[in-house]
């Protein structure tokens, strides 16, 4: 279970989660031990999961990246699912409700290596038809703060 304070830290931490355990913990008002221990809590149960790189504007815009929504046979999302962690373009794999099964979220160095990885992905026997949303502009990001 969650406090205020749980949820202090872990904003702090989206903000910056290169934070040191002290500077948190100054910012916190709270003694360095005691922000630890609720860090390791957050950690062993879940909440935080790890610890990312967040790849900055200009290495950003260098990408292209698409949604994917995907429509398969039923009863194939553990074998789509293994086929598609196994290609490296392929960042995020949600399942949906409505018309599709699938949403991706993927990534590609340019034009033709999208083209490719789009070809891998409609290769999947399983896979009965899929449409390619490719991101132009971001507006904004709730997730990037």
């Given at each position: ?44 149960s879940g909440v935080v999961a790890g610890y ?45 409700s409505g018309r599709f099964d699938l ?43």
């Open positions: 279970m969650m406090d205020s304070r749980d949820q202090e830290l872990i904003d702090l931490l989206s903000q910056d989660a290169r934070q040191s355990v002290s500077l948190l913990a100054q910012k916190l008002g709270m003694a360095r031990t005691t922000l630890q221990a609720r860090l390791e809590k957050l950690e062993r990312t790189v967040r790849l900055g504007d200009v290495t950003q815009a260098a990408r292209i990246t698409s949604t994917v929504l995907v429509q398969m046979e039923p009863g194939s999302v553990a074998p789509v699912t293994f086929k598609l962690k196994k290609m490296a373009g392929v960042k995020r794999v949600l399942t949906c949403i991706l979220e993927v990534d590609a160095a340019s034009p033709s290596e999208l083209d490719k990885l789009l070809d891998d992905i409609g290769d999947i026997a399983e896979i009965t038809s899929s449409e390619s949303l490719i991101h132009l502009t971001e507006r904004f990001n709730r997730h990037a703060l």
